[in-house]
């Protein structure tokens, strides 16, 4: 027998059940994210978004730039007559060239440097760039470089693979890098979007600060950026005790070998590595919520085996020689958590090798989210390798993930942990202690991408994890920003 329907004119809920009316409750329509079932973060290194997007049609790019952000000051605030030479690297030599005092292509004329050359490193650590950005004025790059005018240089990106990817799916133009500094502490904001910390962290790995919150300058520092590179007494770690700098993870593959006659899956006792962490990263939260998730590093299991070992018998951690896989055991944030210490069941699930996923991706079987890290041979780092090699390395991923079964339901997110100490005109938005830092590439690929779309929308690194979060319904870590967006202005999806 079916109930009568019986209108309600007002009152509270409960008060119509117990009267016997009948509530009409809509079903909220399913978040349309319900529809990507894979999601795939490729995650290169050390580019900002000038540095290889300034030139892309219709994005917020070099010639938007002002006056006031290209002109960069030395040390005394008045504008230098050029550019710093490029000074000397491990393995590059001074280039004199006299440059204006603004941006300048590195592919062109004098420096004529293609992004198939490897240049010399850059600084990018926590205080110099803090001080560089000079509170979104972008101003101060040069004079806090080690790497002298190099910062201000950028390419013809047109010439790569992944600007064409670009001009197809979507490109992020407002997409700024979680944290200040560098690799080591953006790799963490992505999975947990927070800092490491070691309160007993000792005295001498930590930065000596002057009354602005700036880094003191050593008495041998030059007085001008024409003069030479700044000199610092700085640090792994801040004064209390967070690690804003690279620091060795406590499991093997590190940068510390293990002890002689200890265990040697982990870090040795003879040199200073990070504690191991507790802190909730995303991996705590998918798992939570039973999705399948992994991280993919080019040449693990090498490493692994090879982390093993005493040096100098290593060939893979830190072998910068040609073709080396050359593993940065910094560059695997998940080996700094407790949860994946060697004897833990959750590191042979979610750890994996990139091998692993080149067979995920043929054989159609990647897990719901799925990272993927690129070796150092092939991850755009200066200082070790050129633009154009990662370029096409993933540009490859990127061919095969869109040929895989998966692709129908598949988004593809490619960026860059940080700015490699590059300068970028866009000033980051306000934030935190931590960040966000300055603007790095990020492109989304996916069936359900706008196409051929320039998206100017505010993202950081912690975009992702808000992503995820709001597909999965995962736990919200407290790291990520709310005034950043979750990346779906990049996705339209059919009705």
Request: overall charge negative; hydrophobic content about 35%; proline content about 10%.
């Amino acid at each position: 027998m079916n109930t009568p329907f019986i209108p309600c004119a007002n009152g509270l809920i409960a008060a119509l059940i117990l009267s016997g009316c009948a509530v009409s409750a809509q079903t909220p329509p399913p978040d349309p994210l319900q529809a990507i079932q894979t999601v795939v973060v490729i995650y290169a290194e050390n580019r900002s978004f000038d540095n290889l997007y300034g030139l892309f049609p219709g994005a917020d790019g070099i010639a938007q730039a002002t006056a006031e952000q290209t002109t960069q000051l030395d040390h005394d605030g008045k504008p230098l007559a050029q550019l710093p030479p490029i000074w000397a690297g491990k393995t590059t030599p001074l280039i004199a060239a006299k440059l204006p005092n603004r941006p300048f292509a590195i592919d062109q004329a004098p420096i004529n440097l293609p992004l198939s050359v490897e240049t010399r490193d850059l600084t990018h650590r926590y205080y110099q760039q803090t001080e560089q950005i000079n509170g979104g004025l972008n101003n101060r790059f040069a004079a806090l470089s080690d790497a002298g005018g190099l910062t201000m240089g950028h390419y013809d990106g047109s010439k790569l693979a992944l600007w064409r990817w670009a001009q197809d799916y979507v490109l992020a133009d407002h997409f700024f890098m979680g944290a200040f500094g560098g690799s080591y502490l953006n790799h963490q904001w992505l999975v947990c979007a927070c800092t490491p910390r070691d309160e007993n962290a000792p005295p001498t790995l930590r930065a000596q600060l002057d009354g602005q919150g700036h880094l003191k300058r050593k008495p041998d520092s030059p007085a001008s950026a024409l003069q030479g590179p700044p000199t610092f007494f700085d640090g792994a770690f801040s004064p209390d005790g967070y690690s804003v700098n690279t620091a060795q993870p406590p499991y093997q593959p590190s940068g510390i070998s293990p002890d002689p006659n200890g265990d040697p899956r982990l870090a040795g006792t003879h040199a200073y590595h990070l504690p191991p962490q507790t802190q909730k990263t995303v991996g705590d939260t998918l798992s939570e919520k039973k999705v399948s998730w992994a991280w993919y590093a080019g040449g693990w299991h090498q490493a692994v085996a090879d982390g093993r070992l005493q040096k100098p018998q290593r060939q893979v951690i830190y072998a910068e020689s040609p073709g080396s896989v050359n593993f940065q055991a910094h560059h695997q944030p998940f080996n700094y958590y407790a949860r994946f210490a060697p004897d833990s069941p959750d590191r042979a699930e979610h750890l994996k090798d990139g091998s692993d996923f080149l067979q995920a991706i043929a054989d159609g079987t990647l897990p719901q989210v799925a990272f993927y890290k690129p070796p150092g041979q092939f991850n755009e780092h200066p200082g070790y390798t050129d633009v154009l090699s990662g370029d096409a390395h993933i540009a490859d991923l990127l061919t095969r993930l869109r040929a895989s079964k998966q692709w129908p339901n598949m988004a593809i997110i490619v960026t860059y942990d940080e700015n490699g100490g590059f300068w970028d005109h866009v000033a980051p938005p306000k934030g935190d202690r931590w960040g966000p830092g300055s603007r790095i590439p990020a492109l989304i690929i996916s069936p359900f991408a706008k196409r051929g779309t320039v998206d100017h929308s505010l993202y950081d690194t912690t975009s992702i994890i808000k992503f995820l979060t709001r597909r999965h319904g995962l736990t919200a870590l407290p790291g990520v920003r709310a005034d950043v967006g979750d990346l779906s202005n990049a996705f339209s999806f059919p009705p």
